[in-house]
């Protein structure tokens, strides 16, 4: 996994994490006019329940890869980009 790559997850996953929350307390019944719904709320949970493990398998690659990136970084040397003044210009 690319530190990039890495971000956008960890992103989508906070996402996630948010919007079943909030799919939890409308379907608790906190809304005028809306009832308990209990089918909707207990998947609401299962979806948190999965994003915060995925969360944690997230935070676990970052820790493990963080190594790798810093050393593929160093790798590459300084950003050769024509579209940057005095990098890479001819």
């Given amino acids: 996994m690319t530190r990039g790559s890495f971000r956008f997850t960890y992103w989508a996953v906070i996402v996630q994490i948010i919007l079943s929350v909030i ?3 409308l379907n608790v019944g ?5 009832e308990w719904e209990p089918v909707a709320f207990f998947l609401a949970a299962a979806l948190f329940l999965v994003d915060l493990i995925f969360l944690g ?3 676990r ?3 493990n890869d963080k190594p790798f990136w ?3 970084e160093a790798s590459q ?3 050769n ?3 940057l003044p ?3 210009w001819p």
């Fill in 23 to 25: 799919l939890m307390l």
């Fill in 30 to 34: 906190i809304v005028p006019g809306r």
């Fill in 57 to 59: 398998r997230l935070l």
């Fill in 61 to 63: 690659v970052r820790r």
């Fill in 70 to 72: 810093n050393e593929e």
């Fill in 77 to 79: 040397g300084p950003i």
């Fill in 81 to 83: 980009c024509p579209a």
């Fill in 86 to 88: 005095g990098k890479g």
